[in-house]
């Protein structure tokens, strides 16, 4: 199968390769795109494509956009971090939109809806279907409250009273906004999947933010950008470049 990834975080780029090649080592990707207008310029060349993954904001606009420049006649997976968008995929050929940051089953899930397709005689299949995971998105729920423990006692924090999640001595630790500290039974990668990725962002490898945490943003080097979070004023919380676009959009939704 002949593949193109249309991305523009080069993170999620090589997590979707690896994702990709563990579901099957034979895939062939044929171009890793950045751009709405690389994307343009690639698909004008008509080469032959059996799928294409499209992130959806891309730096030079929405990969919505692509579609008004060419045609695009493969099956086409949406990727986004967040799922305003579901309705609106609807109306172009996807077969599936897939929330970030993306896991093996949701994409083996995605790979065998493209095989039923393929089974099917009727062209109207692929647009129910799209419409049917569009539905879905839209209603997805996330966790409202987390379960933590202190001593030999349970107690349920809210999801709106958390701060950040933040991993420290290969443990994951909530901090809420009355400054208390409690240790999870989750990992930073299955928090993404639980809460809505509008109300809290991946900041790195060690911390997952609400936006009302956020005391202060200052430019860094290297094209960096450092935080300022409530109860971590002394800790150095740095966006690397490559997530520096998205953390803007996410701050600008």
């Not at 729920?141 to 107690?155: D, M, P, T, W």
């Not at 860094?220 to 919380?237: D, F, P, Q, V």
Request: with cysteine; charged share 25%; net charge negative.
């Amino acid at each position: 199968m002949k593949l193109v990834i249309i991305e523009d975080e080069d993170l999620a780029a090589e997590r979707l390769m690896d994702l990709l090649m563990q579901h099957d080592a034979e895939i062939e990707v044929l171009a890793c795109l950045d751009s709405v207008a690389s994307a343009v310029t690639w698909f004008k060349m008509e080469l032959t494509v059996d799928l294409v993954f499209m992130d959806i904001q891309l730096g030079d606009g929405l990969s919505f956009d692509i579609f008004e420049e060419v045609e695009i006649n493969c099956p086409v997976i949406f990727t986004t971090a967040y799922d305003e968008y579901a309705l609106r995929a609807f109306k172009v050929n996807s077969i599936d939109y897939l929330l970030k940051p993306l896991g093996l089953v949701e994409l083996q899930a995605a790979f065998q809806k493209l095989s039923i397709l393929r089974g099917k005689e009727k062209a109207q299949s692929l647009d129910l279907l799209a419409l049917q995971n569009a539905m879905q998105m839209m209603n997805k729920e996330y966790k409202s409250r987390f379960i933590v423990k202190a001593g030999h006692h349970l107690s349920s924090v809210p999801t709106e009273e958390i701060a950040y999640f933040y991993s420290e001595h290969k443990a994951v630790w909530i901090w809420t906004y009355q400054q208390k500290k409690h240790s999870i039974d989750y990992s930073l990668e299955q928090l993404e999947t639980l809460v809505s990725p509008k109300k809290f962002f991946r900041a790195n490898r060690k911390y997952l933010i609400g936006f009302r945490s956020i005391v202060q943003v200052t430019s860094y080097s290297n094209s960096r950008l450092k935080l300022t979070l409530l109860g971590a004023e002394k800790e150095e919380i740095l966006i690397s470049r490559e997530r520096v676009n998205a953390f803007k959009r996410w701050l600008d939704q």
